[in-house]
């Protein structure tokens, strides 16, 4: 099925460990972004990249490194995780049209646990 | 900076009913967007309903439909004719990078 696929679903890492979340996107989309979830915050972004070669901070940088391999792939680095990053993390993509508006598509998410 | 309210963080309804959940919001771009999502427990993000905001006419999709107030900056979302399946997290955004309120739990009893 096209869609926002993110790899893995669940993960638990120790106290200063690394490891890279890969998101892909098959609908040719321009635009992804990476979102966390917390409990009574909401999504909040971390970063984002408008098109293929670009990428600009979002909310909650901090912590995070991202890189747009190519239009379809776009992926979260933690460095040295932290409890404080124990999170939902969401991809999303969206087709960028400057007449229209385009809702964005959301991969099922990664539960991270940061031990 | 760019801001979404939901002050709701809980709403109950019986099937079959309608229920109306708030947001507001605060932005100093001239042409943005609005979207409602939808998360079940499965955690999946379904997008609901999304409004123009140079459209005057509100965005309807079956059951769901809008009200969209732009001078007082308002974009409350109508569900008709409740389901089970509505039960949920809702959460209103908007603009060109999407930002989020922080949600209100909806759940439809029997």
Redesign the interface.
């Known amino acids: 099925n096209a869609g926002v696929t993110q790899t893995p679903k669940f993960q638990v890492l120790k106290t200063g460990q690394s490891m890279t979340l890969q998101c892909a996107q098959d609908m040719n989309h321009n635009s992804m972004y990476w979102y966390r979830q917390d409990p009574g915050m909401g999504l909040r972004l971390i970063y984002y990249s408008a098109s293929e070669g670009t990428t600009d901070k979002g909310e909650v940088p901090n912590g995070y490194n991202v890189s747009r391999l190519n239009k379809r792939e776009f992926s979260l680095r933690l460095e040295s995780a932290a409890p404080s990053q124990t999170s939902v993390y969401f991809c999303a993509s969206r087709k960028s049209d400057l007449f229209k508006s385009y809702g964005y598509t959301f991969g099922s998410g990664t539960r991270l646990t940061v031990v | 900076a760019q801001t979404?309210t939901q002050s709701q963080?809980e709403m109950s309804v019986q099937e079959a009913e309608t229920v109306t959940l708030s947001c507001t919001y605060d932005t100093s771009e001239n042409n943005y967007?609005l979207?409602w999502y939808k998360q079940p427990p499965s955690?999946?993000?379904i997008?609901v309903i999304?409004q123009?905001a140079y459209k005057q006419q509100n965005a309807t999709e079956n059951r769901f439909s809008v009200n969209f107030q732009k001078a007082a900056k308002s974009f409350s979302l109508k569900i008709s004719d409740s389901q089970l399946g509505d039960t949920a997290m809702y959460?209103c955004?908007g603009y060109s990078?999407?930002?989020?309120?922080?949600?209100t739990m909806l759940l439809v009893s029997p």
């Not at chain 2, 990078?97 to 949600?103: A, E, P, R, S």
């Open positions: 979404v963080p967007y979207f955690r999946q993000m997008l999304r123009e959460f955004a990078t999407l930002t989020f309120g922080k949600g």
